[in-house]
C-alpha cells in the first residue's frame, strides 16, 4: 500500500516552504526568551496581575460560553437544515470578524450611548468577559455541534422508545456521546479567550490590573511601557505553550486519536 499516494514531489518545496513560514517564527520567539530571568520575568508583579487576570476572566467567560454554548449547539444541531445553516452562519460571523471591528460592536452596545448602554461596563474587568466570550463562544459551539452532528438522534430515538424523558436522554444519552466534542470545545474555547486581544482593547482598554490581559501586558511592553520585553517575551511564551497544550489536549479527545 502506498501511503503517500500519487501527490508530486514537487509539491514538498512549497509545502516545506509554508510550514517553515508557520515554525520558524516561533522558534524565533523561543530563541529571545532569557532563560536566566525567566522565572524573575513570568513573577513581576505587572506578569502576575495580566497573568492572573487573563486565567480568571478566561475561566469566567469559558463557563458563560458552556452555560449559553451547549444549548445553542444542540439547536443548531436538531434544527432543520436551512434552519441549522442559518444559526451556523451567525455563530461563525465572530471567526472571520476583525476582532478591532467586534470591539467596536461592543461599544456600540453596550457603551454609554449603546442599545444597551451604561457608564460602568466599558473598560471594566466585565468588559474584558464579555469581549472574551463574544471571540470564544463559536470555537465551543460548532465543536459541540459537530459532535452532536456525528453522534446523530438514533440513541436518542431508542431511549425515548424506552420511556425515557427529554432531561433523562439529554444527561444520560445526548451530552455523554458528544463529550469528546463538548472537551474539545472547552478547551478552545479557554484557549482562545485568554489569548483576546483586539475586541478587549478597544471595548474593556488597557488598565494595568483591571483590564491588562496577557496579550494587552505584551502589547504595550513592545511599545514601550508596562512590563518589560523580556517579560513580555516570557508571557508570549507561556501563550505559545498555553497553545500547544490546547492541540494536545484536542487531540487526545478527538474520536479515534488513539487509532
Known amino acids: 500500500m502506498i501511503r503517500g499516494g500519487y501527490v508530486p514531489r514537487l509539491l514538498a518545496v512549497p509545502a516545506l516552504a509554508g510550514l517553515a513560514l508557520l515554525v520558524v517564527p516561533l522558534a524565533a520567539l523561543v530563541a529571545r526568551v532569557q532563560w536566566a530571568t525567566f522565572l524573575a520575568d513570568i513573577t513581576a508583579p505587572a506578569a502576575l496581575s495580566a497573568l492572573r487576570l487573563s486565567l480568571t476572566t478566561g475561566v469566567i467567560a469559558t463557563l458563560l460560553c458552556i452555560v449559553a454554548g451547549i444549548p445553542l449547539a444542540l439547536l443548531i444541531a436538531r434544527s432543520g437544515p436551512r434552519t441549522a445553516a442559518l444559526l451556523r452562519a451567525a455563530v461563525t460571523v465572530p471567526l472571520v470578524l476583525p476582532p478591532m471591528v467586534g470591539g467596536v460592536a461592543l ?79 472547552i478547551v478552545l474555547c479557554f484557549a482562545r479567550a485568554i489569548g483576546e486581544f483586539g475586541a478587549t482593547a478597544l471595548f474593556a482598554g488597557n488598565a494595568p490590573g483591571v483590564t491588562q490581559t496577557m496579550p494587552l501586558a505584551i502589547y504595550t511592553a513592545f511599545n514601550g511601557a508596562g512590563v518589560s520585553q523580556s517579560t513580555a517575551v516570557a508571557l508570549a511564551l507561556l501563550l505559545l505553550a498555553t497553545a500547544v497544550l490546547v492541540l494536545v489536549l484536542v487531540r487526545g479527545w478527538r474520536p479515534g486519536a488513539a487509532r
Not at 474587568?125 to 460548532?142: D, E, H, K, N, S
Request: proline share 6%; aromatic share 12%; no cysteine.
Open 107 to 185: 461599544l456600540y452596545l453596550f457603551g454609554r450611548n449603546g442599545w444597551f448602554g451604561g457608564p460602568g461596563l466599558p473598560f471594566s474587568t466585565a468588559a474584558v468577559v464579555i469581549a472574551q466570550t463574544f471571540v470564544a463562544l463559536p470555537f465551543l459551539v460548532l465543536a459541540v455541534e459537530g459532535a452532536l452532528r456525528t453522534t446523530g438522534v438514533e440513541y436518542e430515538r431508542t431511549a425515548a422508545a424506552l420511556g425515557a424523558g427529554r432531561w433523562m436522554i439529554l444527561r444520560r444519552v445526548t451530552l455523554p456521546l458528544a463529550g469528546p466534542g463538548i472537551v474539545a470545545g
